[in-house]
């Protein structure tokens, strides 16, 4: 093996998002790039050098995964269930199917590759068969050749293509496409992220109402609350969520390239604030296009 661990390790960061977007589970994909590392290594005096150690890399974390999704339900949005939930307080039962995962950004993750790290692209993607699922992110987001991308899929270039065609067209109907939405570093998705925070620590249900769009949709895991328009969103933060003011505190964050608030929450004003969880936003630069809260105190410290 011409390169050693040292050099290939840098190759982990993309390795963890090709599989998160497989999977939609940023565990999952981490376990998954380690078992690719291990395998790596036990094979590493078999390899030829007949392809790049980047697609080796790919071929074994590809085929790691499609193993993965052998026989087993895809991951979800609540809105991907087709019904909500029928109490905002009260998570769906064990045989619901599994969430996507929010996913942490990573400061080196070229611009060209971060669309598709979005909530709703990452959803739409487990639509799609595994095949050509794999297909799509090798050839549209690592920018491999068709012939590569065949090698690792163990079929025909025809195949691939074709592979590929139906992929984009699935896509199409399911998927935004990145000139919608708006960069999280961006001054006008910072702001609409610091009125969203001001409006949640404040309860500030007539600021919340002007910030959101008329089609704006909430999601809310691991309730399955899924709730589409302003006429339905802002009775439900108003009944459920922002009963006064001071139970919520805030930090933005970014999450799936999208602008993000690690949030805090406490009963009463006497009582320290405690991990609550994480809402992942999408922007069209003056309004809030969609709110995805994620109930997950542990992921407070991750992306904090």
């Known amino acids: 093996m011409s390169e050693a661990l040292g050099d290939i390790e840098a190759y982990r960061?993309?390795?963890?998002?090709?599989?998160?977007?497989?999977?939609?589970?940023v565990h999952e994909a981490e376990d998954l790039v380690q078992e690719t590392y291990l395998r790596a290594w036990r094979s590493r005096t078999s390899f030829e050098g007949r392809s790049s150690v980047r697609t080796w890399l790919y071929r074994i974390a590809t085929n790691l995964c499609l193993t993965a999704l052998q026989g087993r339900a895809r991951r979800v949005l609540p809105a991907g269930l087709g019904t909500?939930?029928?109490?905002?307080?009260?998570?769906?039962?064990?045989?619901?199917?599994l969430w996507i995962e929010p996913f942490p950004d990573d400061p080196a993750q070229v611009a060209e590759q971060r669309w598709s790290l979005r909530l709703a692209l990452v959803a739409s993607l487990q639509y799609l068969p595994a095949r050509q699922r794999a297909a799509f992110l090798l050839r549209e987001v690592l920018a491999l050749p068709a012939t590569e991308i065949a090698g690792i899929l163990g079929t025909?270039?025809?195949?691939?293509?074709?592979a590929l065609q139906r992929a984009r067209a699935r896509l199409d109907e399911l998927a935004p496409t990145p000139e919608k939405l708006t960069?999280?570093?961006?001054?006008?998705?910072?702001?609409?992220?610091?009125?969203?925070i001001a409006a949640f620590e404040a309860a500030d249900i007539p600021a919340l109402t002007r910030l959101l769009r008329d089609d704006a949709?909430?999601?809310?895991?691991?309730?399955?609350?899924?709730?589409s328009g302003k006429s339905?969103?802002?009775p439900f933060f108003t009944e459920h969520v922002l009963t006064a003011p001071g139970h919520y505190r805030m930090h933005p964050t970014?999450?799936?390239a999208q602008p993000a608030a690690v949030a805090y929450y406490r009963d009463t004003t006497s009582q320290p604030y405690r991990p609550f969880g994480l809402a992942v936003l999408t922007t069209d630069a003056t309004q809030l296009v969609s709110i995805t809260t994620?109930?997950?105190p542990e992921l407070v410290a991750r992306f904090e």
């Open 13 to 25: 960061p993309d390795l963890v998002a090709l599989c998160y977007r497989m999977l939609g589970s």
């Open 84 to 97: 909500p939930g029928e109490d905002p307080d009260v998570p769906l039962s064990a045989s619901a199917p």
């Open 183 to 196: 960069e999280p570093d961006s001054p006008e998705a910072r702001e609409v992220l610091a009125k969203y």
């Open 232 to 234: 339905l969103c802002v």
């Open 217 to 227: 949709t909430l999601d809310v895991v691991p309730t399955g609350l899924s709730l």
């Open 294 to 296: 994620f109930m997950e």
């Open 254 to 256: 970014t999450a799936n």
């Open 156 to 162: 025909t270039v025809p195949a691939v293509k074709s």
